[in-house]
C-alpha cells in the first residue's frame, strides 16, 4: 500500500534475493518489503509511505563489520525505535548509538548519513510531518527545535536523549507490524499508534525531567538506570535491593538512602507499585490468566499476586476483569 509520492529515507540499493521464509512471520501485511543483499551481509526493509507519516522497518543482518549509507530526500523528524541489536549513527558531524530497547525523536537533514549496525540489528523508524508534530512540539521544546530545524533545512547539531522503551511501547510497536486492516482502516490504526507513540514519549520525557529535579543528585545516573529497567519490564523477584547492589557495585544502605530520597519510597515498594501497574496492562489488555500474570510478574504463586494486588487496588484481578 501506498499513499505518498515520495519516500524520504531509502538505504544504499543492494541485489535484489528472495526473502528467507524464516523472516515471513517478521513481515508487516500493509508493508512493501524487499530483502537485498550486499559484500556485508543482508538487509530486510519494509516501507508504508503515507501524507502524514513514513514507517521504515529496517532489518540488518550483517556478515561482517560495514557501513551502511542511509539517504535523506528531505528532511525528516523521526521517532527511531531499537527493537534488536545496536546501532552507531552519523548524521552530519553528529554521531550517536542506539541501543537494543531504546526509542527517541531524532532529525535526519535532507543529504547522506551513515548507519553502522550490529550483526543482527533491527530498527523501526517513523517520519512524521511537522503538522502531526504540532501538540507535542507545544509541550516539548527538543521537538520544537527540531521542527524549526526542519523548516530551516538546517543542519543537525543534537540528538535529544534517547529513552527505554516499556512494555507498553514494545507492544504497541508488534501490533502497528500485525495489523491486519486494509485502506482507511488501516491507516487509522496507525495513525492512532503513532499518537500513543509521541504520548508514550512526553510522558518518558517528562519523568526524565522530574527525575533531574530531585534533590538528590549523588548517584543520579546509577538511579536513573535503576528506575528505567523497572519501568521497563518490573519483576518483583529479580529487581530486588540485593540484585541491583551487585550490578552496581553500590551497598545496600546507600542505594536504599538515595532511592528513598529520590522517590520518597523502598525500592521494593517502588518495584511492587510497577508491578501492579503492569498487571492492570496485561489483564485490561489480552485474555489471559491470573496464573499467567503471576508468572509475568516474578511472583511465587498465584495466591501471592492476588494478595499483593488486592492490597493495592482494593479488589481482586478477577473482579478487575469483569
Not at 549513527?89 to 531504546?102: A, L, P, Y
Request: glycine residues 4%; aromatic residues 12%.
Amino acid at each position: 500500500m501506498n499513499k505518498l509520492i515520495y519516500q524520504s529515507l531509502k538505504i544504499s540499493p543492494g541485489k535484489p534475493v528472495p526473502i528467507p521464509q524464516a523472516l515471513y512471520s517478521n513481515i508487516a501485511s500493509w508493508a512493501d518489503a524487499e530483502y537485498q543483499e550486499y559484500n556485508f551481509g543482508h538487509v530486510l526493509t519494509q516501507t508504508l509511505l503515507y501524507k502524514l507519516f513514513r514507517i521504515y522497518i529496517l532489518r540488518f543482518r550483517m556478515k561482517q563489520p560495514a557501513t551502511v549509507p542511509l539517504y535523506s530526500q528531505q528532511p525528516a523528524i523521526c521517532m527511531l525505535y531499537c527493537l534488536n541489536g545496536a546501532a552507531e549513527v552519523i548524521i552530519g558531524d553528529t554521531t550517536f548509538i542506539v541501543k537494543r530497547d531504546q526509542f527517541g525523536f531524532i532529525y535526519i537533514p535532507k543529504g547522506t548519513h551513515l548507519l553502522q549496525p550490529e550483526e543482527e540489528t533491527e530498527l523501526f523508524i517513523i517520519d512524521l510531518e511537522a503538522s502531526f508534530l504540532e501538540e507535542l512540539a507545544a509541550s516539548i521544546g527538543e521537538i520544537k527545535s527540531l521542527v524549526a530545524l526542519s523548516a530551516t533545512q538546517s543542519d543537525v547539531d543534537s540528538v535529544p536523549k534517547l529513552f527505554t522503551m516499556n512494555y507498553v511501547v514494545r507492544y504497541i510497536l508488534e501490533d502497528m507490524r500485525r495489523c491486519r486492516e486494509t485502506e482507511g482502516g488501516l491507516l487509522m490504526e496507525l495513525r492512532t499508534a503513532n499518537v500513543q507513540l509521541m504520548n508514550l514519549y512526553r510522558k518518558a520525557y517528562n519523568e526524565d525531567a522530574d527525575l533531574k529535579k530531585l534533590p538528590t543528585q549523588a548517584n543520579l545516573d546509577i538511579i536513573d538506570q535503576i528506575y528505567g529497567e523497572i519501568k521497563q519490564n518490573p519483576n518483583i523477584q529479580q529487581h530486588t535491593v540485593s540484585y541491583f547492589t551487585r550490578k552496581y557495585s553500590i551497598s545496600e544502605s546507600t542505594l536504599g538512602r538515595f532511592f528513598s530520597a529520590a522517590f520518597k519510597k523502598g525500592l521494593h515498594e517502588f518495584v511492587a507499585e510497577e508491578c501492579i501497574k503492569k498487571a492492570d496492562w496485561l489483564l485490561s489488555t489480552y485474555s489471559i490468566s491470573t496464573e499467567d500474570v503471576a508468572q509475568e510478574l516474578g511472583y511465587a504463586d498465584k495466591s501471592g499476586f492476588i494478595k499483593a494486588y488486592k492490597r493495592y487496588r482494593g479488589i481482586t484481578p478477577k473482579q478487575l476483569k469483569i
